[in-house]
T-cell receptor, first 108, second 116 residues
Framework: QQPVQSPQAVILREGEDAVINCSSS?????VHWYRQKHGEAPVFLMI?????EQKGHEKISASFNEKKQQSSLYLTASQLSYSGTYFC?????????FGQGTTLQVKP | DTGVSQDPRHKITKRGQNVTFRCDPI?????LYWYRQTLGQGPEFLTY????????KSRLLSDRFSAERPKGSFSTLEIQRTEQGDSAMYLC??????????????FGPGTRLLVL
């Protein structure tokens, strides 16, 4: 079952914050976040494991809410380099199933 | 560590032709995955291997698609009798075994296929 991401697209000014959500109808064991720039491969950002632990990567952090079966990615004080499409992947029988993506555009 | 590599990076073919793509995973990774991605969508799972064993193949995958990983190292994905709907980015990823649940998949640069 494919996870559902929201919103589908976000436009920000440099320095603004954004939140991207990833929800699943199935129980989550882990959520993997990736960023993909146009024409390039997805790049791994971080993994969230069952247990609600929040992780960080530069000014990008994420949380895992087991009860809601949801993970959220937080981008604070966004930079131009944050532009791209963000995907969450949920584990299913040994492989990742990806959401449809959230496109983030950061403008100067 | 050179990362996951894929060859070719781009392929243009005519409808009805066969094409083959190669993926070389990160050297110590025993799992290898193939995904397909079309514009505006997330990567769609096709198949994956643990060493040389093909553990799962997507039910949505046509019989025209076949993948091999004969010696548990590199893998090939072949598409026979290509159709215009096969045009997409084909992504390969690799990982260590997930028993610890701390592992993740690392993607190669992809092969972009255009079927005319």
């Amino acid at each position: 079952q494919q996870p559902v991401q929201s919103p589908q697209a976000v436009i920000l000014r440099e320095g603004e914050d954004a939140v991207i959500n990833c929800s699943s109808s199935k129980a989550l064991y882990s959520v993997h976040w990736y960023r993909q720039k146009h024409g390039e491969a997805p790049v791994f950002l971080m993994i969230l494991l069952k247990g609600g632990e929040q992780k960080g990567h530069e000014k990008i952090s994420a949380s895992f809410n087991e009860k809601k079966q949801q993970s959220s990615l937080y981008l604070t004080a966004s930079q131009l380099s944050y532009s791209g499409t963000y995907f969450c992947g949920t584990e299913g029988q040994g492989k990742l199933i990806f959401g449809q993506g959230t496109t983030l555009q950061v403008k100067p | 560590d050179t990362g996951v590599s894929q060859d070719p990076r781009h392929k243009i073919t005519k409808r009805g032709q066969n094409v083959t793509f190669r993926c070389d995973p990160i050297s110590e990774h025993n799992r290898l995955y193939w995904y397909r991605q079309t514009l505006g969508q997330g990567p769609e799972f096709l198949t994956y291997f643990q060493n040389e064993a093909q553990l799962e193949k997507s039910r949505l995958l046509s019989d025209r698609f076949s993948a091999e990983r004969p010696k548990g190292s590199f893998s090939t994905l072949e598409i026979q009798r290509t159709e215009q709907g096969d045009s997409a980015m084909y992504l390969c990823a690799s990982s260590l075994d997930w028993t610890s649940r701390q592992e993740t998949q690392y993607f190669g640069p992809g092969t972009r296929l255009l079927v005319l």
